[in-house]
């Protein structure tokens, strides 16, 4: 079935006519967008519709990254934005469904959405949540999850949440760094059939965070896990004097709405405030012009809540786009179990990972012979690097339709690369760069170290944009916001990912650039594991890298090298009492598939770690600059005792 | 040791390197049998990883279709249908 003229096609004449502009294609239209960002991001707010109060001009103020703000004289409501009328869309039209992995549904209108977050709102106003106050959750998909973020963001306090399946320490970790005021959480969560209990993880991050005044269950269960802190079930915050969305107040653009957590190399996980202008212009963006999201679709994208994904999908509502979350394993109790969900809430575009597509692959199934998905029109990728055969694999098994590989980030709540409603699919690479983000390589093959509009190196981007974070957390002089994003490459944001553009104007991401994991599709600090590694009796020093590895899901595998107070061997006992506990206190993730006890790690001159040289030696790939190191040896050594991942 | 035996060692080995760390014997408790699925040991991802180790380990083929539960979802069920299939060899 031929759409109409996609929303892109619309914004961009609009566009035209406006500033008497023609513009050859694509690549024209968004170069000419990052050299108008006074003219470009107005025309956005504008163009969306979304209800705002206060002038669009001026757009930008300052250049610099660090000092720069994005429409000071507007104000908006997130909530209300997400929950208004005024995209004419039926109050009667689904918002948001919930599929378990047992077949559960549980579904409710736009009416009911709004009814229940100003009813959760009005709750949390009478408990004292006022505008800048913290709210956390532990959380499970659920549209408990969603109407409690809601509210939060309908009062002007800033959310953050984690998957319950995440460890204590690791909850506590992030969170006991915001000093939040009030905790949603979940007391258990089903995954692969099996309920599981997180009474203890609440007791610990109570105990250890007590800047909480007050906890809220996000489930039914009657049983309430024991505190000193008074504790309210869900029923108990359906209050039934309610606020209106006319009530709400209106907050700067800037404001923060959002905290997520993003691991280095070293110390804890950095906290990025998002704000909620920036945050809802570059999903509105991301919705409606590169996925041409309306008000007739259906998005399921797999995500947790901890992942940035969540909230980019939440936004879709702005839109008035239907979206459908899964809770629970995607293979269990059927290897089919997601692919059925589609078919039967007839998704029209749908999120994934490629770890997800391997995974399929793997099974030997092949989607267009169990369903004819005939509402799906689009699939989109993320998290790690599809490959062409991956692209190859969705056309020839699941559908002939677009494959957009999208990618961006937890730092910028959004893509840098996405799809594109008319333009052409190259397996393997992304269709264009995100519209008024001035994407760059920085060219590390050159030798010059030049910033061009094509060729391969690092990614960066060379203008400021809405959806940078307002601030990290505890960090009021931007010291770790300038070391994060700006001290590599001074005057431009560097994103930690490898990136080729090809001439005309094509970009494909290529991998991490910096001591990243990303395992499995999720992006893992380092910091997470060494924490935990280096506290084990008889460990010196460890170092965390990630082995290419192609039959993985993912595409890649984790691999932990040991430096040892002794010269014994590794005893089987103490590797899996150390992956038993990186389990118990990170989360499955952090385990790795390889532990390895090396004489020494490799390290630079002036004594630095170099992650990238052992990961270039596991991978028996040429290390580059082998004379920077002064312990070159220790390569041959980590080669010998950690195999090639099987092909 | 027999074949079966050392077959069911190196599931054991597995369950324990990749999923379990150590508690995989405790969590069968005997009964070879046991589902997999319905125990938690395993799901339907770490079905896939494990068919694609012992495909490396025991020099055999899996076809995919026979990728199920009828032949996976516990210790026995797979013993039973690895060793029979042509070119199995531990090692």
């Given at each position: 079935?031929?759409?109409?003229?996609?929303?892109?096609?619309?914004?961009?004449?609009?566009?035209?006519?406006?500033?008497?502009?023609?513009?050859?294609?694509?690549?024209?239209?968004?170069?000419?967008?990052?050299?108008?960002?006074?003219?470009?991001?107005?025309?956005?707010?504008?163009?969306?519709?979304?209800?705002?109060?206060?002038?669009?001009?001026?757009?930008?103020?300052?250049?610099?990254?660090?000092?720069?703000?994005?429409?000071p004289n507007i104000k908006l409501n997130y909530t209300r934005c997400l929950l208004d009328s005024s995209l004419?869309?039926?109050?009667?039209?689904?918002?948001?469904?919930?599929?378990?992995?047992?077949?559960?549904?549980?579904?409710?209108?736009?009416?009911?959405?709004?009814?229940?977050?100003?009813?959760?709102?009005?709750?949390?106003?009478?408990?004292?949540?006022?505008?800048?106050?913290?709210?956390?959750?532990?959380?499970?998909?659920?549209?408990?999850?969603?109407?409690?973020?809601?509210?939060?963001?309908?009062?002007?306090?800033?959310?953050?949440?984690v998957s319950p399946e995440i460890g204590a320490a690791s909850i506590v970790e992030r969170f006991g760094q915001?000093?939040?005021?009030?905790?949603?959480?979940?007391?258990?969560?089903?995954?692969?059939?099996?309920?599981?209990?997180?009474?203890?993880?609440?007791?610990?991050?109570?105990?250890?965070?007590?800047?909480?005044?007050?906890?809220?269950?996000?489930?039914?269960?009657?049983?309430?896990?024991?505190?000193?802190?008074?504790?309210?079930?869900?029923?108990?915050?359906?209050?039934?004097?309610?606020?209106?969305?006319?009530?709400?107040?209106?907050?700067?653009?800037?404001?923060?709405?959002?905290?997520?957590?993003?691991?280095?190399?070293?110390?804890?996980?950095?906290?990025?405030?998002?704000?909620?202008?920036?945050?809802?212009?570059?999903?509105?963006?991301?919705?409606?012009?590169?996925?041409?999201?309306?008000?007739?679709?259906?998005?399921?994208?797999?995500?947790?809540?901890?992942?940035?994904?969540?909230?980019?999908?939440?936004?879709?509502?702005?839109?008035?786009?239907?979206?459908?979350?899964?809770?629970?394993?995607?293979?269990?109790?059927?290897?089919?179990?997601?692919?059925?969900?589609?078919?039967?809430?007839?998704?029209?575009?749908?999120?994934?990972?490629?770890?997800?597509?391997?995974?399929?692959?793997?099974?030997?199934?092949?989607?267009?012979?169990?369903?004819?998905?005939?509402?799906?029109?689009?699939?989109?990728?993320?998290?790690?690097?599809?490959?062409?055969?991956?692209?190859?694999?969705?056309?020839?098994?699941?559908?002939?339709?677009?494959?957009?590989?999208?990618?961006?980030?937890?730092?910028?709540?959004?893509?840098?690369?996405?799809?594109?409603?008319?333009?052409?699919?190259?397996?393997?690479?992304?269709?264009?760069?995100?519209?008024?983000?001035?994407?760059?390589?920085?060219?590390?093959?050159?030798?010059?170290?030049?910033?061009?509009?094509?060729?391969?190196?690092?990614?960066?981007?060379?203008?400021?944009?809405?959806?940078?974070?307002?601030?990290?957390?505890?960090?009021?002089?931007?010291?770790?916001?300038?070391?994060?994003?700006?001290?590599?490459?001074?005057?431009?944001?560097?994103?930690?990912?490898?990136?080729?553009?090809?001439?005309?104007?094509?970009?494909?991401i290529l991998g991490r650039s910096d001591g990243t994991l990303n395992i499995r599709g999720v992006r893992i600090?380092?910091?997470?594991?060494?924490?935990?590694?280096?506290?084990?009796?008889?460990?010196?020093?460890?170092?965390?890298?990630?082995?290419?590895?192609?039959?993985?899901?993912?595409?890649?595998?984790?691999?932990?090298?040991?430096?040892?107070?002794?010269?014994?061997?590794?005893?089987?006992?103490?590797?899996?009492?150390?992956?038993?506990?990186?389990?118990?206190?990170?989360?499955?993730?952090?385990?790795?598939?390889?532990?390895?006890?090396?004489?020494?790690?490799?390290?630079?001159?002036?004594?630095?770690?170099?992650?990238?040289?052992?990961?270039?030696?596991?991978?028996?790939?040429?290390?580059?600059?082998?004379?920077?190191?002064?312990?070159?040896?220790?390569?041959?050594?980590?080669?010998?005792?950690?195999?090639?991942?099987?092909? | 040791?027999?074949?079966?035996?050392?077959?069911?060692?190196?599931?054991?080995?597995?369950?324990?390197?990749?999923?379990?760390?150590?508690?995989?014997?405790?969590?069968?408790?005997?009964?070879?049998?046991?589902?997999?699925?319905?125990?938690?040991?395993?799901?339907?991802?770490?079905?896939?990883?494990?068919?694609?180790?012992?495909?490396?380990?025991?020099?055999?083929?899996?076809?995919?279709?026979?990728?199920?539960?009828?032949?996976?979802?516990?210790?026995?069920?797979?013993?039973?249908?690895?060793?029979?299939?042509?070119?199995?060899?531990?090692?």
């Open positions: 079935m031929k759409r109409e003229l996609s929303e892109l096609a619309k914004f961009t004449r609009a566009l035209e006519v406006k500033n008497t502009a023609s513009f050859a294609g694509y690549t024209d239209l968004h170069r000419w967008c990052c050299e108008h960002p006074q003219v470009f991001w107005p025309a956005l707010l504008s163009y969306t519709g979304i209800p705002i109060h206060g002038a669009l001009t001026p757009a930008l103020v300052g250049t610099d990254f660090i000092d720069r703000e994005f429409f004419d869309v039926s109050l009667q039209r689904s918002a948001v469904t919930v599929v378990s992995e047992v077949g559960q549904i549980e579904s409710v209108s736009r009416a009911e959405l709004r009814s229940l977050t100003l009813s959760v709102a009005s709750s949390l106003r009478a408990l004292g949540v006022v505008s800048g106050d913290r709210v956390v959750a532990i959380a499970r998909n659920s549209i408990e999850s969603i109407v409690a973020c809601l509210a939060c963001a309908a009062l002007g306090a800033t959310w953050s949440s915001l000093k939040p005021k009030v905790l949603f959480t979940n007391t258990e969560y089903s995954l692969n059939g099996a309920v599981r209990n997180i009474d203890d993880t609440v007791s610990e991050l109570l105990m250890s965070v007590r800047s909480i005044e007050q906890v809220v269950m996000l489930s039914t269960r009657d049983s309430l896990p024991e505190s000193n802190i008074e504790i309210l079930r869900w029923k108990d915050v359906l209050s039934e004097t309610s606020l209106t969305l006319d009530e709400l107040e209106d907050y700067p653009f800037n404001h923060p709405l959002f905290v997520m957590f993003s691991s280095g190399t070293t110390g804890v996980p950095k906290c990025i405030v998002h704000g909620a202008g920036g945050t809802l212009l570059e999903h509105l963006k991301e919705h409606r012009l590169h996925g041409d999201l309306g008000k007739k679709d259906t998005l399921l994208f797999q995500t947790s809540t901890g992942w940035m994904m969540w909230n980019w999908q939440l936004s879709a509502l702005a839109s008035g786009t239907h979206i459908v979350l899964y809770d629970g394993s995607v293979s269990y109790p059927e290897k089919t179990n997601l692919l059925k969900v589609i078919a039967e809430h007839e998704v029209s575009v749908f999120g994934t990972s490629p770890a997800y597509v391997q995974f399929l692959i793997e099974s030997g199934v092949t989607p267009k012979n169990l369903y004819e998905f005939p509402r799906l029109r689009a699939i989109q990728s993320t998290g790690s690097v599809l490959s062409e055969t991956h692209f190859e694999w969705i056309v020839e098994s699941f559908k002939d339709m677009p494959v957009q590989s999208v990618s961006g980030g937890t730092d910028m709540i959004g893509c840098l690369v996405l799809g594109h409603p008319e333009l052409p699919v190259q397996p393997g690479d992304s269709q264009c760069i995100s519209l008024g983000i001035d994407v760059r390589v920085k060219a590390d093959d050159s030798g010059a170290h030049e910033i061009a509009r094509s060729g391969t190196g690092e990614l960066v981007v060379v203008k400021p944009f809405p959806s940078q974070p307002v601030f990290l957390w505890n960090d009021p002089e931007n010291v770790k916001l300038r070391s994060g994003y700006f001290d590599k490459n001074p005057g431009v944001w560097t994103h930690g990912d490898q990136i080729r553009i090809s001439k005309n104007g094509s970009p494909r600090g380092p910091a997470e594991i060494l924490t935990i590694v280096n506290q084990v009796e008889g460990v010196r020093e460890s170092m965390a890298i990630e082995q290419v590895s192609p039959r993985e899901p993912g595409g890649s595998r984790l691999v932990l090298l040991l430096v040892m107070h002794s010269d014994e061997s590794l005893e089987r006992s103490f590797v899996l009492a150390l992956k038993k506990r990186l389990a118990s206190e990170a989360s499955r993730l952090h385990v790795p598939a390889v532990v390895a006890k090396v004489p020494a790690l490799p390290r630079t001159h002036n004594g630095k770690l170099s992650e990238k040289a052992a990961r270039d030696a596991v991978n028996r790939v040429e290390v580059v600059n082998l004379a920077a190191l002064s312990n070159p040896e220790v390569l041959l050594e980590i080669q010998l005792q950690v195999p090639e991942a099987p092909n | 040791m027999s074949e079966e035996q050392k077959l069911r060692q190196l599931i054991i080995d597995w369950l324990d390197d990749n999923y379990h760390f150590g508690d995989a014997e405790s969590l069968i408790d005997g009964d070879e049998e046991r589902s997999f699925l319905q125990s938690g040991i395993l799901d339907s991802l770490g079905f896939v990883s494990l068919v694609l180790f012992l495909e490396n380990s025991c020099s055999v083929s899996v076809d995919r279709s026979s990728l199920s539960p009828e032949n996976f979802d516990s210790l026995g069920k797979i013993l039973r249908f690895i060793i029979p299939l042509p070119n199995y060899k531990l090692g």
